[in-house]
């Protein structure tokens, strides 16, 4: 008589995302010490928070 196996599932792998996450900055201390001195609109890491005067250009 054959013996019987029992057959285990294996779960798919999760997706890796391709992209590279998205930095981000509490303030423009944080901008600079990561070694970048000003951002522009649509640049990673770009958010309103740190454009204080509304020029289009964060923490200059």
Do not use: F, K, W
């Not at 779960?11 to 930095?23: I, L, N």
């Not at 981000?24 to 901008?31: D, K, M, Q, V």
């Amino acid at each position: 008589m054959r013996e019987r196996r029992e057959r285990t599932r294996v779960r798919p792998r999760a997706r890796r995302s391709r992209t590279a996450p998205t930095p981000s900055y509490e303030n423009c201390g944080a901008l600079r010490a990561a070694g970048i001195a000003t951002l522009t609109p649509g640049e990673a890491g770009c958010s309103l928070q740190l454009h204080r005067n509304g020029d289009g250009i964060a923490c200059n």
